[in-house]
Structures are given as structure tokens and as C-alpha cells.
């Protein structure tokens, strides 16, 4: 089936850098990617919409300077969070709709593993 | 925007013994699907589940749709299927996610 891979799966950086996470969706186009973000025991929040070729769409309250969206690509979408500071350990997982993911014919979301931020 | 809650919080069951999961949202939607979360963080697709009822193994799912609700039933339940479930519901193309229901099974 249809995968979505997430890149890397931990990383752990010092306060005040920036720090690249990369989704792909193997074997399959993705013109629209989401990016979630879930804290500790807690539900998935959506950041934002990637599109291909233009402009992220973000949910309110989501810095859009502070996490760069870019999608160049059918098969890539990365999130950037600039200048980390400790309050943006998280886990940041993106997803794709693939159609027929579900051996229905119908769009289901396809997420990625993950990648889990730790700022020092 | 539309509310997805999922009802219990917490589910502790023994090994063998079925359970049922339940999620009500406030408003109409297009799609709903029903993951399970493992304890690295993987999100698995369970069941795409707008209205109806389907099976999949041990666990199945039915929706109604006109009363808002949706169903994950899950028998004779594995060790296994510790972890969180989350139902989602798609509303203006984005997919909302309830807070989820923790599940231990214990041997």
C-alpha cells in the first residue's frame, strides 16, 4: 500500500537552531500534505495545509515564520521550525491522502511515523 | 468548528475481553476514519468509516451518520491492541481529531 515516510524520526537540537523535517510519499503524488503536531498525552492539532506549488495554508494560532512549510514537489513536503526554543518539543507528524487507501476507492489520510523534536 | 469527543478517556481491560469505543461529533461530515496509535507514535489506519458498518479481524466499526456518532468494537482483545484510538472526522478538506481513548489490555 501507499506509504508516506517521515525524516528523521528523533532529533534533539540546541535552542536557537532550525531544524528540517522531511515527509515523502512513496509510490504515490501527493498535491496536499498535513502537518499535525501532538504533545505529550494529548490529542493531534493540524499546523497546516501543504500545497504543492504555492503557498502552506496554517491554522490559527500557527506562526507561519516560525514553521517554514515548503512543498517543491508531488513527493515532498518539509517543515521547518526556525530558532527552536524548549516549547517546541514535540511530535510532528505529517500525512497524505491517498486515494483508495483504504482499498475502497475513497481519500483516506495516510500518516507518516513521526519525528519526535527534543530543544535543550 | 466541529467537536469530536470520544468516550472513555481511559479503558483498561484484561486480556480476552471485548470493549466498545464511541465517538460523537457536533456536525455533518464527509469522512471519518478511526486510528490506532501505537506506542512509538505510528498512526494505523483502522477503518474509513463515513456511515455503515464494517469488520476488519477482531475489531469492527459502524457509523450512523443522522445521529452523529460512530462505534469501534474490539473482541477478544490482544495485548497487542494497547495504545491510543482516535476517531477523525473530515470537515472543509481537514481532518479533526477527537482526544482520543487510551486502551491497556493486560495479560
Known amino acids: 500500500g501507499a506509504v508516506v515516510s517521515q525524516h528523521p524520526s528523533r532529533v534533539i537540537c540546541k535552542s536557537g537552531t532550525s531544524v528540517k523535517i522531511e515527509c515523502r510519499s512513496l509510490?504515490?503524488?501527493?498535491?496536499?500534505m498535513f502537518w499535525y503536531r501532538q504533545f505529550p498525552k494529548q490529542s493531534l492539532m493540524l499546523m497546516a495545509t501543504?500545497?504543492?506549488?504555492?503557498?502552506?495554508?496554517?491554522e490559527q494560532g500557527v506562526e507561519k515564520d516560525k514553521f517554514l512549510i515548503n512543498h517543491a514537489s508531488l513527493t515532498l513536503s518539509t517543515l521547518t521550525v526556525t530558532s527552536a526554543h524548549p516549547e517546541d518539543s514535540s511530535f510532528y507528524i505529517c500525512?497524505?491522502?491517498?486515494?483508495?487507501?483504504?482499498?475502497?476507492?475513497?481519500?483516506?489520510?495516510?500518516f507518516g511515523a513521526g519525528s519526535r523534536l527534543t530543544v535543550l | 468548528g466541529i467537536q469530536v469527543e470520544q468516550s472513555p478517556p481511559d479503558l483498561i481491560l484484561q486480556e480476552g475481553a471485548n470493549s466498545t469505543l464511541r465517538c460523537n461529533f457536533s456536525d455533518s461530515v464527509n469522512n471519518l476514519q478511526w486510528f490506532h496509535q501505537n506506542p512509538w507514535g505510528q498512526l494505523i489506519n483502522l477503518f474509513y468509516i463515513p456511515s455503515g458498518t464494517k469488520q476488519n479481524g477482531r475489531l469492527s466499526a459502524t457509523t450512523v451518520a443522522t445521529e452523529r456518532y460512530s462505534l469501534l468494537y474490539i473482541s477478544s482483545s490482544q495485548t497487542t491492541d494497547s495504545g491510543v484510538y482516535f476517531c477523525a472526522v473530515s470537515q472543509g478538506g481537514k481532518l479533526i481529531f477527537g482526544q482520543g481513548t487510551e486502551l491497556s489490555v493486560k495479560p
Open positions: 501543504s500545497n504543492e506549488g504555492s503557498k502552506a495554508t496554517y
Open positions: 509510490d504515490f503524488q501527493a498535491t496536499t
Open positions: 500525512s497524505a491522502r491517498v486515494r483508495g487507501g483504504d482499498g475502497s476507492g475513497a481519500n483516506v489520510l495516510t
